[in-house]
């Protein structure tokens, strides 16, 4: 599920007559655009793989629980166009809505792979945890700097959609690679 959010959100904001690396990502959702509600679908879908992953790993579920019920109500408010931040341009409270949820929904799933990264016996998923935290403790740490003190532009775009490359494959790697390791821990131990 949480490939089939990202991929339907993709193809909205690729699909958007404006540059897809301009902008923050949630402009693709707002009204007036093409494909605003298939975006915002495409959250719903990947807050309901992200709800999945949370039953599948049952140390960090309740922090991926919240982190998609985060996203579910960044996907239900859709920001004004161009998704206005304060300090630089006058918000309004769908604005905010929209982009709070939003931001706390990445720092707690940063806090959910960290759990997983010190509770998770797996190696591979150990592996794949240390890997993206460390990739997306210093691009949130940036992309958070850059839209304090400078506000929107090609630069945080960028650093935003890297930071959700990031975070969605370990997501998607994550869910396979529970997936494939609970089919061979059924196999082992099932009766022949």
């Known amino acids: 599920m949480v490939t089939a959010g990202a991929g339907v959100m993709l193809f909205a904001l690729v699909a958007r007559p404006e ?8 402009e693709a959702g707002t009204a007036g655009q093409a494909y605003a509600g298939i975006y915002r679908l495409g959250l719903i879908v990947l807050a309901l793989g992200v709800a999945l992953l949370g039953w599948a790993l049952p140390r960090a579920g309740l922090l991926l629980l ?3 019920v985060l996203a579910g109500t960044s996907s239900l408010v859709p920001c004004s166009s161009q998704c206005p931040l304060p300090p630089y341009e006058p918000t309004t409270p769908a604005d905010l809505v ?3 949820p939003s931001i706390l929904g990445m720092a707690v ?17 150990r592996w ?27 630069t945080s775009a960028l650093l935003e959609r890297i930071l959700l490359v990031v975070d969605v494959s370990w997501l998607v790697g994550t869910a396979l690679l529970t997936t ?4 061979a821990s059924r196999r ?5």
């Open 180 to 183: 494939f390791n609970g089919d």
């Open 19 to 26: 540059p897809w690396w301009q902008g923050y990502v949630s």
């Open 66 to 68: 919240v982190a998609a």
């Open 98 to 100: 929209h982009a709070t």
């Open 128 to 154: 794949l945890t240390a890997a993206t935290l460390t990739l997306t403790v210093p691009l949130g740490a940036a992309l958070g700097l850059m839209m304090l003190f400078a506000g929107r532009g090609t």
């Open 109 to 125: 799933l940063a806090a959910a792979m960290a759990l997983t990264w010190s509770t998770n016996a797996r190696p591979a998923i």
């Open 188 to 192: 082992r131990t099932s009766p022949r």
